[in-house]
């Protein structure tokens, strides 16, 4: 899977999937962009990118605003002169809790973010890519994009079920234009959010005994790796998977079939 000569974005990308993802991309030899809030983490990933001998881009942008979605398009066109690679990750997770003690500030949080952040960065993506007749995109959804519902999650799993509608209907309206769009569905990983030490206390449990749960759960008896994402958005952004399109990739050790 040779990038060279590629540009790659990747959003949400100073941690976690997107930091695994922006390096993979370098690893293959595309140029990186990669955005994101954490403005303190940006050096980090950027000295780990430059390490494998290649160019990278750091823009501070926040994915729900269209002024600040579209500059880093821009941006990223200005610096390298084309976009060929596109990996929408930017999102969080959240505690669960019951639908009725959900309130209207969560709910607009999380769509702002997870739902009209894709739409935001795949409106400008595709208008860059349909200038070169060419372009991947993926977007991150999750394996709540796929089974029906998680108990407490009801924002999340609507935003991400709407990610895979907007996954779908644009694969659709760009498959004859050289735009390829698909989906990851990540199961339980390492280094996201809501695996996070802070996050787990919250929910009243520590990383031992989430660790436990899971292993009880998922088939491989694991939680995932960042790195075992990222290598499935750089798979399909290749020539490999140049017959795919419009599909929902479930990355979760076996669990959505167990």
Do not use: W
């Not at 269209?66 to 066109?77: D, F, G, N, Q, R």
């Not at 798979?235 to 998977?241: E, I, K, R, T, Y």
Request: charged share 15%; net charge negative.
């Amino acid at each position: 899977m040779i990038l060279q000569g590629k540009v790659a974005l990747v959003t949400g990308g100073t941690a976690g999937i997107g930091q695994a993802t922006a390096i993979a991309f370098a690893a293959a030899g595309a140029k990186v962009v990669f955005s994101g809030r954490r403005e303190a983490d940006r050096e980090t990933t950027s000295a780990m990118i430059r390490e494998l001998g290649t160019e990278c881009l750091y823009v501070r942008s926040e994915v729900s605003s269209e002024t600040e979605v579209k500059a880093l398009i821009e941006k990223t066109v200005a610096t390298y002169g084309r976009l060929d690679f596109a990996f929408n990750n930017a999102g969080f997770g959240t505690v669960p809790k019951p639908l009725h003690e959900q309130s209207i500030e969560d709910f607009d949080s999380m769509m702002a973010t997870t739902l009209r952040g894709v739409f935001l960065c795949m409106k400008y993506e595709i208008q860059q890519m349909l200038t070169q007749g060419a372009g991947v995109i993926i977007n991150n959804s999750s394996l709540s994009g796929l089974i029906a519902a998680s108990p407490g999650t009801g924002p999340y799993t609507a935003s991400k079920h709407g990610v895979m509608g907007l996954t779908r209907s644009a694969a659709l309206d760009y498959a004859k234009q050289g735009i390829r769009i698909n989906a990851i569905n990540p199961g339980y990983i390492r280094g996201t959010e809501i695996v996070k030490p802070q996050s787990l206390q919250e929910m009243g449990i520590t990383l031992e005994q989430f660790e436990s749960m899971v292993s009880s759960s998922v088939p491989m008896g694991r939680m995932g790796q960042p790195e075992e994402i990222a290598a499935m958005v750089v798979f399909l952004c290749s020539n490999a998977a140049s017959y795919i399109t419009g599909q929902p990739f479930a990355i979760d050790g076996g669990l959505i079939v167990s």
